[in-house]
């Protein structure tokens, strides 16, 4: 069995370190294939992640910053890396992994009966360089909906166990951290046409719609640096214009969730390929899920953004 992991770097110092983390906590590290898409600024930044003792698992992608166009882009790019691997595994680059985590992933897959299961959480916190925040299980749950009918979302800790649960099943991703079948690759491709905003939320419903079960591991996977200190850019903070290509990601958005028809005639075109499965519906989806997208409910109540207050604090 062979598992294939996608990391979409940008102008991330700390990816080697997640690289080098995913063999060193890996019980069959000769099975991994890590295809990375390396956007970096020439002459400034390597182009390339070098690790000479795994060179031959590393498959990647080298692009100047300014020629990104967003994560989801980036993702999508790394999957023509993909060569029939048994597994996915989506990464960021700045995470950390538990000792084994591979063999808790595979062994998961293999204790679910259902056909297409996709194993996903948001991971733990850590603090660089390696201190691990305490184990526990997330949930991933609505937070609200914006402006443009987009969900948005957050999450809460459980504690963990003294005797571990199954996993629970859910209906929201990470895109951080997702694992299932290789044929997700063919099944359901990542959607370059959505920048960033939405991306969670669209690939849960395409995932369902395609015939997928999320679930939600029952076990520490992973660890993320969520900190906003650090020295990683951005890419909305290089890219002037990264407003544009999310007012497009939105309109073709709202036209997959039937809240507002798009003339633009390439959406159609585009969705032929990136657009919702035939094997679940969208309203089985909001069903399960108990989320509404038009009225923008969940569990039966609004949840819309908040709005800034008119006045400033002291």
């Known amino acids: 069995m062979s598992i294939f992991i996608s990391i979409a770097s940008y102008r991330d110092k700390d990816c080697i370190n997640t690289v080098k983390s995913l063999f060193e906590n890996a019980v069959r590290p000769g099975e991994l294939r890590v295809g990375i898409c390396c956007q970096f600024i020439p002459g400034l930044e390597p182009g390339l992640i070098e690790m000479p003792e795994r060179q031959d698992q590393l498959r990647q992608i080298s692009i100047p910053a300014k020629e990104g166009r967003g994560p989801c882009w980036a993702r999508r790019l790394i999957q023509h ?92 991703v990470s895109a951080g951290m997702l694992f299932t079948r290789g044929e997700v690759v063919r099944e359901v491709p990542y959607d370059p046409f959505i920048y960033f905003i939405g991306e969670e939320m669209m690939y849960a419903l395409r995932l369902w719609t395609h015939g997928y079960t999320i679930y939600n591991p029952n076990q520490v996977i992973a660890y993320h640096d969520y900190s906003t200190r650090t020295s990683r850019p951005r890419h909305w903070e290089d890219e002037r214009d990264w407003h544009l290509m999310n007012q497009g990601a939105v309109k073709r958005i709202r036209h997959i969730l039937e809240l507002e028809t798009i003339a633009d005639k390439n959406i159609p075109e585009q969705l032929h390929q990136y657009g919702l499965g035939n094997i679940r519906t969208m309203a089985s989806y909001e069903k399960a899920a108990e989320i509404s997208f038009k009225k923008r409910e969940w569990r039966g109540k609004k949840i819309i953004q908040p709005q800034p207050s008119s006045t400033s604090g002291s």
């Open 81 to 172: 890396l993909w060569q029939d691997e048994t597994y996915y595994f989506q990464v960021d680059s700045h995470m950390r992994f538990a000792a084994g985590w591979d063999e808790k992933l595979i062994s998961l897959m293999e204790k679910c009966t259902e056909p297409r299961p996709v194993f996903s959480t948001y991971p733990l916190a850590f603090t660089p360089p390696d201190e691990m925040g305490q184990d526990a299980l997330v949930e991933i749950m609505p937070r609200y909906f914006d402006d443009n009918g987009i969900l948005h979302q957050h999450s809460a800790l459980k504690p963990m166990p003294q005797t571990p649960l199954g996993p629970e099943r859910t209906y929201f």
